[in-house]
């Protein structure tokens, strides 16, 4: 099993980024996939998941800017981050797990990191 997150980078307040998270060795509909975030000093947090059957739950700190989506024939979860603000500055990290969830302990698989910069 093995998660590959891409697309992280360097944007101005107000700009957009989208992430993506490709995963090998099991079938995307089977679990739970999630993003999550880490701050420099600060806790990992949950960002958003989305469930087998495409069903997408956010953070109320980025409800409304964040859209997570998924491509099953790719067996790839994309998250499309607009309206960034200097607050969503953070290493993203994509997870896998039986069930979406706010707790990084029900996420079995995880990718490395990509880190996300928003600065003017």
């Known amino acids: 099993v093995r998660l590959q997150a891409l697309g992280g980078g360097s944007v101005q307040p107000g700009g957009s980024l989208r992430l993506s998270c490709a995963a090998s060795?099991?079938?995307?509909?089977?679990?739970?996939r999630g993003w999550f975030r880490q701050a420099p000093g600060k806790e990992r947090e949950w960002v958003s998941c989305?469930?087998?059957?495409?069903?997408?739950t956010y953070a109320e700190s980025v409800e409304g800017r964040f859209t997570i989506s998924r491509d099953k024939a790719k067996n790839t979860v994309f998250l499309q981050m607009n309206s960034l603000k200097p607050e969503d500055t953070a290493v993203y990290y994509c997870?896998?797990?039986?069930?979406?969830?706010?707790?990084?302990?029900?996420?079995?698989?995880w990718g490395q990191g990509t880190q996300v910069t928003v600065s003017s």
């Open positions: 997870a896998a797990g039986r069930r979406c969830s706010v707790d990084r302990n029900d996420y079995a698989y």
């Open positions: 060795g099991f079938a995307l509909d089977f679990y739970t």
């Open positions: 989305i469930t087998g059957s495409g069903d997408g």
